[in-house]
């Protein structure tokens, strides 16, 4: 039964068709032809998988993003991380990288994250004499910081499929995301360096404080989320609803760029793209449920059991198997997925089950730009009007410094749990 339903899903993503379809249709057809369970099963299964409570948070958190796109967030973003990085080696492309890591920090969307950062980045980046394939690797890959960034829709994804706790992996997901862009920025000042790239000139106080203070309002919101849910004021799903009024609030009346056009627009926009994330949690946690019956999960634990001594093995073996499945999978789905076959087996191992979140949602992180089916590549190239062989140089570049932090993510918990225990 197994054996079929996979052959199934990778004829099916092979063929271009939307992951949701070929994780939902295998599984229907397996079922059909291979076993005796009623299908309904299968429909009480699509809609048992995002009846969670955690799952809240996603609307909420997918509309304050479309809103500080919009409403002049993420352009005062902009300028402000100019300002503050632009005249380092590489500024532009470290404003580049910087900005991305703070819209994460507001949106938790990665492909809003490279649109919203790139249509205006990219052109100022080619002005600026840098290659072409250096700027599309670093456009797909810095976007791929908010994954790991709260409010993370991945990290959210995890929490409810494994109860951890949400506010807990949003605090990890801090130092992680931190050590993630610097190792962008580090190849980012090594590469400027050897191209004697011009730089901005530095700002002055009086301009760092002037670009500080009209992006203030935007900087407020991460520290609103965190801040009132580590004070118990509200919890990881309401964050979600705070950010998006006060997105909203902030759009209309302080920045004023939001309208009731543009407002309708985003409303819409975020209902689709909910519905897109909905769909797939949906026929992932199918998918899910057919693996369980099939004793992949036990199969899984035995075999790492039998074969597997040690932790440093587990994670080793753990992040291989999400480079490779990051190339073919979306990073709900493959949560959805693999989370509960390895937690666990990692529990057993002594992981911190908040470290096991963040090392995986990293692996995924990166998985979002590397080929053949990384979104990123495919939101990059729309802003660009590169191939995709033009851009692997770029890619494979920055694809090299992520997986270094990785490593250091994986094999050195206190640098992403340290808030965590800070905190308490």
Same mark, same amino acid.
């Given at each position: ?106 949106? &938790?969307? @990665? ?5 919203? !950062?790139?249509?205006?980045? $990219?052109? %100022? /980046?080619?002005?600026? #004499? ?110 979600? &609803?705070? @950010? ?5 609030? !902030?759009?209309?009346?302080? $920045?004023? %760029? /939001?309208?009731?056009? #543009? ?110 089916? &990384? ?7 729309? !802003? ?5 062989? %033009? /851009? ?33």
């Amino acid at each position: 039964m197994i054996i079929l339903l996979m052959v199934l899903i990778f004829f099916f993503l092979f063929t271009s068709t939307p992951i949701f379809v070929a994780m939902g249709i295998a599984s229907f057809l397996t079922v059909i032809f291979l076993t005796d369970i009623n299908p309904m099963i299968l429909i009480q299964r699509l809609f048992g998988g995002i009846d969670q409570f955690a799952l809240m948070a996603l609307p909420f958190f997918i509309l304050a993003a479309n809103i500080m796109e919009v409403g002049g967030l993420s352009s005062r973003i902009l300028r402000w991380s100019r300002a503050l990085v632009g005249h380092i080696t590489g500024g532009v492309a470290m404003t580049t990288q910087v900005s991305s890591m703070f819209f994460g920090a507001l949106s &938790g969307s @990665s492909p809003a994250t490279v649109v919203a !950062i790139g249509k205006i980045m $990219y052109p %100022e /980046m080619i002005r600026g #004499k840098y290659d072409k394939w250096f700027s599309a690797g670093l456009l797909a890959s810095a976007g791929s910081v908010s994954l790991i960034i709260p409010p993370s829709i991945t990290l959210i994804i995890f929490g409810s499929v494994t109860g951890v706790s949400v506010g807990s992996l949003f605090i990890a997901g801090i130092g992680a995301g931190i050590i993630y862009g610097i190792s962008s920025m580090i190849y980012i000042y090594l590469y400027a360096r050897k191209h004697h790239l011009p730089k901005d000139p530095k700002a002055s106080k009086g301009e760092l404080w002037g670009a500080t203070k009209k992006a203030a309002w935007a900087l407020l919101i991460p520290v609103i989320i965190l801040g009132g849910i580590y004070s118990g004021i509200f919890t990881p799903t309401e964050a979600g &609803g705070v @950010s998006a009024v006060y997105a909203l609030i !902030i759009s209309f009346f302080v $920045y004023k %760029e /939001m309208n009731l056009k #543009k407002f309708y627009k985003v409303c819409v926009d975020s209902a689709v793209l909910t519905a897109q994330v909905l769909v797939l949690v949906s026929a992932a946690q199918v998918l899910g449920w057919m693996l369980t019956r099939g004793q992949v999960p036990q199969a899984i634990a035995t075999w790492i059991t039998t074969n597997v001594d040690t932790a440093f093995v587990f994670l080793i073996i753990l992040n291989i198997v999400l480079l490779i499945l990051g190339m073919f999978m979306e990073g709900v789905a493959a949560i959805i997925i693999v989370a509960p076959l390895i937690y666990p087996t990692a529990l057993a191992m002594g992981i911190d089950p908040v470290h096991l979140g963040v090392i995986m949602i990293s692996n995924l992180a990166i998985g979002m730009y590397t080929p053949p089916f &990384g979104i990123n590549i495919f939101v990059t190239q729309g !802003i660009t009007n590169m191939k995709m062989g %033009e /851009m692997m140089p770029g890619i494979l570049r920055f694809f090299v410094c992520n997986v270094i932090a990785l490593i250091i993510i994986t094999y050195i918990p206190d640098a992403s749990l340290f808030l965590l225990k800070i905190i308490g």
